[in-house]
């Protein structure tokens, strides 16, 4: 039996993970995400062991019929899996989300640069074929903005074709990934 004290203290640390679920599921939502997504995917990687349906729904207070369809949508993104192949199977989260962002930027934010780009080279092509005074824009700063949509693009080229070992440990990862904006900044 725990102590009064004890039980207190666990019942801060509950709410304190749930606060860390909710921002996690406000970091996701960021992105153009489902909030719900990312409070399940959290507690699911805080949490020591695997999670059933029920106990995910009766931690977070939400519906089971919801935690079924966000942990179908987890599961196809990669972020979640089943510990057995039984129905009522308890889950645990994937650390190794890096395939999971690139392919979330292959699909979603390269085509945007894409289109970008593609409508600045033809702003471009068609504005180079006004010549002299009559010209009403400004074929540098045209220039510019194509320019930085291809660093843009090479950016994201990057990191969508980056392979973030599997094997690192995460806390690893986020401490190299810090220190490399650190040196970015000229920190």
């Not at 089943?82 to 308890?90: A, D, G, K, L």
């Not at 700063?141 to 995460?170: E, F, G, H, Y």
């Amino acid at each position: 039996m725990s102590s009064p004290e004890t039980r207190e203290h666990t019942e801060r640390l509950d709410t304190a993970i749930l606060e860390a679920c909710d921002a996690v599921g406000g970091f996701i939502e960021y992105w153009g995400f489902k909030n719900v997504l990312g409070r399940v995917w959290a507690l699911l990687v805080l949490h020591k062991e695997p999670l059933t349906q029920v106990a995910i729904a009766e931690r977070l207070g939400i519906s089971r019929s919801l935690v079924s369809s966000v942990i179908a949508e987890l599961i196809e993104r990669g972020l979640v899996r089943p510990v057995t192949e039984h129905r009522n199977s308890p889950y645990e989260a994937q650390l190794d989300v890096w395939p999971t962002i690139a392919g979330v930027l292959k699909q979603r934010e390269w085509p945007i640069l894409e289109q970008a780009r593609n409508a600045f080279e033809l702003a471009l092509e068609e504005a180079e074929l006004i010549e002299g005074a009559s010209q009403p824009y400004d074929l540098a700063r045209l220039r510019t903005l194509l320019n930085m949509t291809d660093v843009a693009q090479s950016m994201v080229r990057m990191l969508i074709t980056i392979r973030v070992p599997s094997r690192l440990d995460i806390g690893e990862w986020v401490g190299r990934a810090s220190a490399l904006v650190r040196g970015l900044r000229g920190r």
